[in-house]
């Protein structure tokens, strides 16, 4: 099962910027989906945006227009470009990836996000 770590959670104000980071124990180039969630206290963690192998991208409505994801395939890496940040978005965000075998990778421990007012 793939390993993933996320990073770059910071304290940020009000339509600030963040970049956060997941690596990958597997080679994500190879990845059917790789995507980003965030989870609140008190509720179930909900999707955020995803890529497709093929390059497509879905976002969030919530999200859609100020948040990016993107990879880095010499890195193993993804990320989730995070602008006009509002605290709604406050939160542990985490990556995760559909392999090429069709199974979903390990939950990493996530890195928070918190946006002040």
């Known amino acids: 099962q793939v390993q993933l770590v996320e990073s770059g959670g910071d304290l940020v104000q009000f339509g600030g910027s963040l970049r956060l980071s997941c690596v990958a124990s597997?080679?994500?180039?190879?990845?059917?989906?790789t995507g980003w969630f965030r989870q609140t206290p008190g509720k179930q963690r909900e999707f955020v945006a995803r890529?497709?192998?093929?390059?497509?991208?879905e976002y969030a409505a919530s999200v859609k227009g100020r948040f990016t994801i993107s990879r880095d395939s010499a890195k193993n890496t993804v990320y989730l470009q995070m602008n006009s940040l509002k605290p709604e978005d406050t939160g542990v965000y985490y990556c995760?990836?559909?392999?090429?075998?069709?199974?979903?990778?390990?939950w990493g421990t996530g890195t928070q996000v918190t946006v002040s007012s």
């Open positions: 995760n990836i559909v392999d090429e075998r069709g199974q979903l990778g390990s």
């Open positions: 597997g080679t994500i180039s190879n990845f059917r989906v």
């Open positions: 890529a497709t192998r093929d390059g497509i991208r």
